[in-house]
Nanobody, 126 residues
Framework: QVQLAESGGGLVQPGGSLTLSCTFS????????MAWFRQAPGKAREFVQA????????FTTTATDGRFAISRDVPTNTLFLRMTKIKPEDAAEYFC???????????????????WGQGAQVTVNS
């Protein structure tokens, strides 16, 4: 049984910083790719950034490139999303996702991931 657990969400002011963490468990689970997605109220789930677990190649978007940084700590099975220069439009529920397989579609597609966390809320409020 693979489980993903996010932490680190909260309230932040515009221009501020926040780091999300996602720790996975599962006796024999080794991810191939992990990613962060987000979903704001009334909007579709949106890809944020992804990472190839082995070798740490990263995938990003125009909206977050230069402001957010995805990384991982292999010994603790933890994925991070360091968010800086946060904007009001970054407010959303953030989900981490994982797959042990080569992505069925793009690494930016939610359909490529088999396991999801419960979400961490990021609220941007001045």
């Amino acid at each position: 049984q693979v489980q993903l657990a996010e932490s680190g969400g909260g309230l932040v002011q515009p221009g501020g910083s926040l780091t999300l963490s996602c720790t996975f468990s599962g006796r024999t689970f080794t991810p191939a790719f992990m990613a962060w997605f987000r979903q704001a109220p009334g909007k579709a789930r949106e890809f944020v950034q992804a990472l190839r677990w082995s070798g740490s190649r990263t995938f990003t978007t125009t909206a977050t490139d230069g402001r957010f940084a995805i990384s991982r700590d292999v010994p603790t099975n933890t994925l991070f999303l360091r968010m800086t220069k946060i904007k009001p439009e970054d407010a959303a529920e953030y989900f981490c996702a994982a797959t042990a397989n080569t992505p069925r579609a793009s690494v930016m597609s939610a359909d490529s991931y088999d396991y999801w966390g419960q979400g961490a809320q990021v609220t941007v409020n001045s």
